[in-house]
């Protein structure tokens, strides 16, 4: 988890209900565009930003019989456990850096 001083505690406060957000599928996109001053809300939005293209891949790899079922399936379950991890602790002023999703996410620059 991220130490919470690498963040203004009182960004952190005031955003915590929008970075949440970051991880309901493409609602990401309302912190990325209306919380671009934060620094809380743009890191949340960009993992939910790598979760989300998960989320479309394995959306495609459903549609290869058997295999794709099952990684499709497996993989659904990760995604939303971890979604759902990282919406908790959003809401609790946290940050959860994501095995692999964050470094992913930062080669995004907003």
Do not use: T
């Amino acid at each position: 988890m991220e130490e919470l001083k690498d963040f203004d505690p009182r960004d952190v406060e005031e955003n915590k209900v929008i970075a949440s957000l970051s991880y309901i599928s493409i609602l990401f996109l309302i912190p990325l565009l209306v919380k671009r001053d934060s620094k809380f809300c743009i890191e949340h939005a960009k993992q939910g930003l790598v979760l989300f293209i998960f989320e479309i891949a394995l959306s495609i790899i459903v549609y290869i019989p058997i295999l794709g079922w099952i990684i499709g399936f497996l993989g659904g379950i990760v995604l939303f456990v971890v979604s759902l991890i990282g919406f908790i602790y959003a809401l609790q002023g946290k940050f959860w850096k994501i095995p692999i999703v964050y470094d992913l996410a930062q080669n995004f620059k907003f």
